[in-house]
């Protein structure tokens, strides 16, 4: 065993130092024997590929699971597919959000911090806990909208009603996740820090643009269209659907 330690006058995580450690994994060959080079550029290196490598499997297990789920709550196989897509946005807001606070570093000042690359650990953390308070929002919403479309057959006055019954919990909701979300911003370590201020942003754009503006427009865009499945998985969600208003109620009786 031979053990070589090599040192650079650059950062850990640069680019620099990464160049570095490609250039002596490429070179450290030997003939009947392995090498191993450690270090902090190493792990880090070798902990961003290891996130890398498993993210898609995460994201498509997250996504597939969802749209299941709403199919079975729904019965439509439209209106999960616009809800994953429209996810998307509020996701993809919050990390250009991270992007420009705390690696372009223009806040900061005003919340202490110095500007660093992104934590590899970060988005992945993010992407999980916004695509799923999201999608709490999302049916809570379609869930009022759907029982009224039930009940009327009328996707227009549904999306209306059901935008009415439900905006204001769904704003009272991300509101109090706002608030703790933001908490975790005036914490010292900039993980932490990253992770709460992202949150924040993502719930307050989920809860004020995409459910009360993109969602009821793409709704009422959509039409009845919105509802559609072919028959053979109507029948499976006839058979197996989720909640107990897939089925048009009786008049109510008047009371003389």
Same mark, same amino acid.
């Given at each position: @065993?031979?053990? @070589?330690?090599?040192? !650079? &006058?650059? /950062?850990?995580?640069?680019?620099?130092?990464?160049? $570095?450690?490609?250039?002596?994994?490429?070179?450290?060959?030997?003939? *009947?024997?392995?090498?191993?080079?450690?270090?902090?550029?190493? +792990?880090?290196?070798?902990?961003? %590929?290891?996130?890398?490598?498993?993210?898609?499997?995460?994201?498509?297990?997250?996504?597939?699971?969802?749209?299941?789920?709403?199919?079975? #709550?729904?019965?439509? $196989?439209?209106?999960?597919? %616009?809800?994953?897509?429209? &996810?998307?946005?509020?996701?993809?807001?919050?990390?250009?959000?991270?992007?420009?606070?705390?690696? /372009?570093? =223009?806040?900061?000042?005003?919340?202490?911090?110095?500007?660093?690359? @992104?934590?590899?650990?970060?988005?992945?953390? #993010?992407?999980?806990?916004?695509?799923?308070?999201?999608?709490?929002?999302?049916?809570?919403?379609? !869930?009022?909208? =759907?029982?009224?479309?039930?009940?009327?057959?009328?996707?227009?006055?549904?999306?209306?009603?059901? #935008?009415?019954?439900?905006?204001?919990?769904?704003?009272?909701?991300?509101?109090?996740?706002?608030?703790?979300?933001?908490?975790?911003?005036?914490?010292?370590?900039?993980?932490? %820090?990253?992770?709460? @201020?992202?949150?924040?942003?993502?719930?307050? +754009?989920?809860?004020?643009?995409?459910?009360?503006?993109?969602?009821?427009?793409?709704?009422? #865009?959509?039409?009845?269209?919105?509802?559609?499945?072919? =028959?053979?998985?109507?029948?499976? =969600?006839?058979?197996?659907?989720? *909640?107990?208003?897939?089925?048009?109620?009786?008049?109510? /009786? /008047?009371?003389?």
């Amino acid at each position: @065993i031979v053990l @070589i330690q090599a040192t !650079s &006058n650059s /950062q850990v995580s640069s680019d620099e130092a990464r160049s $570095v450690l490609s250039a002596i994994r490429s070179d450290a060959g030997v003939t *009947g024997g392995s090498v191993r080079v450690g270090g902090e550029t190493a +792990i880090d290196v070798d902990v961003i %590929k290891s996130i890398l490598d498993r993210t898609p499997l995460a994201i498509g297990f997250v996504v597939v699971l969802t749209y299941v789920v709403l199919f079975f #709550l729904t019965g439509s $196989v439209i209106l999960p597919l %616009k809800a994953v897509v429209l &996810n998307m946005l509020s996701i993809g807001a919050s990390f250009g959000a991270l992007v420009w606070i705390f690696q /372009q570093g =223009h806040l900061s000042n005003l919340l202490a911090f110095t500007p660093q690359s @992104i934590d590899p650990s970060i988005p992945v953390i #993010l992407f999980s806990i916004v695509f799923g308070l999201s999608m709490d929002y999302e049916v809570l919403l379609v !869930s009022r909208i =759907h029982e009224e479309y039930v009940r009327t057959g009328d996707n227009t006055a549904a999306v209306a009603s059901g #935008l009415e019954r439900s905006g204001r919990l769904i704003t009272g909701a991300a509101a109090i996740m706002f608030t703790v979300f933001m908490a975790f911003g005036l914490a010292e370590v900039v993980i932490i %820090k990253a992770i709460g @201020i992202g949150l924040a942003i993502a719930v307050a +754009i989920d809860a004020t643009l995409v459910r009360a503006l993109v969602v009821p427009a793409v709704m009422r #865009l959509l039409g009845d269209f919105n509802w559609w499945a072919p =028959h053979p998985l109507r029948w499976l =969600h006839q058979r197996a659907g989720l *909640g107990d208003y897939g089925v048009i109620p009786e008049p109510e /009786q /008047q009371v003389a």
